[in-house]
């Protein structure tokens, strides 16, 4: 072994690093919600989706989509998921602070990184959340992404894009408005490839609307089982047709 590596040092030959991934995420423990995300096959795309404590009544969430193939973007979902996770804890932690003020310079943040770290524009549709334990509240942006879906007794509503995708435009804002999670009430985010599957000898994509279809019907009591309940529909609709984009789904659930 030491031969084969002193005749690759002096053929001027090197082992190249092993790529740079995000940390994995492991979800914190909330006092009565369940959380979990699912995602289904290789990672090809951008998808990633991260969440930590902040406070102690305050957890971040966010799930991430960085244009592009996965080989090509890495450093990007590290640099995102680096402010996500150091700023979030200075702009979260502190009791007293206005949530909405705190979200949007942290999506400014993580938006200026982005544009610094491929010199230029790279979009980055995003959700990010803070799910405040104490008073079951959600106050979040959304970048351009997918709509979050919310549901409770009356239905399911959608919390659309706020502002632009992040890694476009340097001044940038998003608004951040806050809603009510009620008890037993969840919240639903799927990825782009979930929408955009293209259906196995059927005309037009999943779309939305069937996501939101599936999210009333479903009855997983569990964060984990509902996400699988989501990506379950989509394998169903798509048939045998190959995953040509990341599918992931994010749900929360509060049950007291």
């Known amino acids: 072994m030491i031969c084969a590596m002193l005749s690759r040092f002096l053929s001027g030959s090197s082992v ?7 940390v994995p995420t492991v979800f914190p423990t909330i006092q009565g919600v369940d959380i979990a995300a699912v995602f289904v096959g290789k990672r090809i795309a951008g998808d990633f989706y991260d969440s930590i404590r902040v406070s102690h009544e305050r957890v971040l969430i966010g799930l991430l989509d960085v244009a592009g193939r ?48 491929c ?19 959600l106050c979040y942006s959304n970048a351009g992404h997918t709509p979050g879906l919310l549901r ?36 639903l985010l799927v990825s782009r490839g979930v929408v955009d599957c293209e259906g196995n000898g059927r005309s037009g994509s999943f779309s939305l609307e069937r996501v939101k279809e599936a999210f009333k019907s479903a009855t997983a009591g569990s964060a984990c089982s509902l996400c699988d309940s989501i990506l379950s529909a989509v394998a169903d609709f798509s048939g045998k047709s190959p995953v040509c984009d990341d599918r992931t789904a994010l749900a929360l659930i509060r049950s007291s």
């Open 70 to 117: 996965r080989e090509d973007n890495r450093s990007l979902m590290v640099a995102a998921q680096e402010v996500f996770r150091t700023f979030g804890v200075q702009l979260f932690s502190p009791a007293d602070i206005n949530e909405s003020d705190a979200m949007t310079e942290l999506c400014h943040r993580i938006n200026r990184r982005l544009i610094d770290v």
């Open 119 to 137: 010199c230029g524009v790279h979009s980055c549709p995003a959700f990010i959340a803070c799910y405040h334990e104490r008073f079951g509240t």
């Open 152 to 187: 409770d007794s009356t239905g399911v509503a959608e919390l659309a894009s706020t502002g632009l995708p992040l890694g476009l435009f340097s001044h940038a804002t998003s608004e951040a408005p806050t809603v009510a999670l009620a008890k037993e009430g969840s919240l």
């Open 16 to 22: 190249s690093p092993p790529p740079v991934e995000p």
